[in-house]
């Protein structure tokens, strides 16, 4: 007899009491995971172990899995080898949530390649024709460079929908925190796209982040910003060169050039026409919110006006359309 699981890539172990006999290459499900037995353990043994959220060659029922499917354990199904106990896609058969299928099988294969559901019961979407390596990232993932995850048809490759209906607090859809903590740098998070069509269909951007408000209801009282960067100062003096936000272009080589309008903020206010002529008599481009206007300050109090045809300098930018200059007075 085959075993039901095959160990092929790493995850988790879990340490158990075996309640019952227990085999190793085992598909088992404790408290809700699924996972491979790692060795034969019998009733009452302390040191059994679990192989969690890794990828495994699971035996499997006759018929074809593909790419991106949920697979699902059958205690009772009959394997193409016919073993008892079988990955099958049909739920109503299966036991609980195996994973999903990363390499699809044809109907004879005996096995079908399962990337590990985090838990059973975890909601497991399919990749459709996404398909990709398995990722060798510590948590996991798909795609990899050489075997990246693909599909001809627009749209999202992870979606969250959420909704929060408290009536106090705090909601955050994903709260992402790195700690470092040793010689290494880092990002919490790092979000890059690489265009390679002169044409796209789109906009393109590295990343769109939106607040909104509902039609009739939704207001701010207090303050709310698209996107909110702070750079936490500790009780003490740092160094180096920092700020909370950094607008860059970066030449990639001797030829790198721009061939069109480009600028390192870029500052639009645009929808509805009339609802934009509206916007465009009273939106800032700035607000400055320091503290006081004074003497040494970021904005300092009014002063005598220099000698200006040698202390000013002038900084281009474009203003609806037109090559204008801000002007820039030396301290």
Known sequence: MSNELSF?????VHK?????????????ELAGFPGLMLDDKAIGDTDAEQQLRCVVD????????????????????????????????VAANGDFVLGVCVVAAASG???????????????????????GGVSQGFLGGVGISGDLATSAT?????????????????????????????????????????CEDDTPDDTVNGAHITLAFGTTVGNITGLGTACRNTMMIPNRSIGGTTGAVQAEAYAEGASSANGGLMSLLRCVIDGNATGKAALED???????????NASGNMVSAAGNEPTWTSATHKIRIVANGVTMYLVAVLA
């Open 8 to 12: 092929k890539q790493p995850g988790l």
């Open 16 to 28: 158990f009491t075996a309640a019952a006999v227990r085999v190793n290459g085992e598909a088992l």
């Open 58 to 89: 699971a035996r499997k029922i006759t018929g074809a899995i593909t790419l991106g499917q949920t697979v699902y354990w059958d205690e009772d199904g009959t394997a193409v080898d016919a073993s008892t106990g079988a990955a099958t896609v």
């Open 109 to 131: 294969d005996n096995t079908v390649r399962v990337s590990l559901a985090w838990e059973s019961n975890m909601l497991v979407r399919t990749f459709g024709a996404a398909g």
């Open 154 to 194: 627009a749209g999202n490759f992870l979606e969250f929908r959420l909704d929060g209906s408290a009536a106090s607090g705090t909601y955050r859809g994903i709260y992402m925190r790195l700690d470092v903590t040793g010689g290494a740098g880092g990002e919490a998070v790092r979000a890059y796209l690489h």
């Open 282 to 292: 009273n939106v800032n481009l700035m607000e400055i919110s320091t503290g006081t």
